[in-house]
């Protein structure tokens, strides 16, 4: 098995993103392993005009995002694992991409349901964009 020093878990607050967080917090645990946990607020979908409306959507999105952060770090604490918090805002492929190689993670820790908030970019033409973007290893914890 492959050395895991630092991981890096992506959380998004949904039963899969947390299955994901208890994997990568045990795999942590049982590696004496760095861990850094970030939260993105991916607005790619919406339109590029702003205007009011998207003005507000941004705030709601971005304190929940946050919010998300949190929860995630506390978590974390709750089951003895001390994590750096990384807040993004962008595509999540290129936002997990650069923290990961900025950080030089050794594993990324994602969850994934087929209909979930990753499916959006796991599944069609970017499928394999995060894989072809970073040099660690990438578990995926699968539901569903």
Not at 10 to 31: F, I, K, M, N, S
Not at 63 to 70: C, E, K, Q, V
């Amino acid at each position: 098995m492959a050395p895991f020093n630092r991981i890096l878990l992506c959380y998004d607050g949904t039963p899969e993103g947390q299955l994901a967080l208890r994997c990568g917090a045990a795999l942590a645990q049982q590696l004496h392993a760095e861990a850094h946990l970030l939260s993105i607020l991916d607005c790619s979908h919406w339109s590029s005009g702003f205007d009011v409306l998207s003005a507000m959507k941004f705030e709601v999105d971005e304190t929940a995002a946050r919010d998300t952060l949190r929860e995630g770090i506390d978590r974390l604490q709750s089951w003895g694992v001390a994590a750096t918090g990384h807040y993004s805002v962008g595509n999540a492929v290129d936002q997990i991409s650069r923290l990961a190689n900025s950080l030089k993670v050794d594993l990324i820790v994602i969850g994934h349901h087929p209909h979930g908030f990753f499916a959006r970019w796991w599944t069609g033409e970017n499928h394999a964009l995060l894989l072809n973007r970073v040099s660690c290893g990438v578990l995926f914890e699968v539901t569903g």
